[in-house]
């Protein structure tokens, strides 16, 4: 995300240096610096916020706010919630384990990558399938599920709540 404080200065005042603060929600976000822009390489729901720049002289002599702008960070996907079938596996059936999440439909094209954990230890690493089966369920596949959702470049990642699944 880039945001840009934009300003003139008076025709006789060309040379002048200006230096540019942004705040969000009246907070700093980036102290006085020659570049009239702020940029967030990698924005984060919690970048939302309503934006105001100041733009002073080097001198101090001058200051000026300009007014504010909302801006509004979107959810790329949802929390994954895991889900099992059967809802209750015996010994030898086929038990599915399902990541759910839903992609924001404008980001249709983003690559997710899904991986599963039992007892906090992987039981199938980073891959495009949402689903992880075990063809033939044991009762030492009982224990504590999650899984893990993130974009192809790592830039976002989402953790599942945990569910527990018995085998009987």
């Known amino acids: 995300m880039t945001v840009r404080c934009d300003t003139r200065l008076g025709l006789l005042r060309g040379g002048t ?3 540019f603060a942004f705040y969000r929600d009246g907070r700093t976000v980036r102290g006085y610096d020659v570049s009239d822009t702020y940029r967030v390489r990698s924005s984060q729901l919690e970048d939302s916020g309503n934006y105001t720049c100041e733009v002073r002289t080097r001198s101090d002599t ?3 706010m300009s007014d504010g702008l909302y801006i509004q960070i979107y959810e790329l996907f949802s929390p994954p919630e895991i889900k099992v079938t059967p809802s209750r596996v015996i ?5 599915t384990v399902r990541c759910n999440t839903r992609l924001d ?3 249709g094209g983003t ?4 991986a599963f954990y039992r007892d906090g230890r992987t039981v199938q690493g980073y891959n495009v399938s949402d689903t992880y089966r075990v063809r033939s369920s044991q009762l030492e596949d009982s224990g504590k ?3 893990d959702v993130r974009t192809r470049s790592d ?3 989402k953790m599942s709540d945990e569910i527990y699944i018995q085998i009987y």
């Open 91 to 95: 010994e030898g059936d086929e038990m």
């Open 17 to 19: 240096e200006l230096h």
């Open 62 to 64: 001058v200051r000026k």
């Open 111 to 114: 690559e997710l990558h899904f």
């Open 145 to 147: 599920y999650t899984c």
């Open 105 to 107: 439909p404008l980001r």
């Open 155 to 157: 830039t976002v990642r």
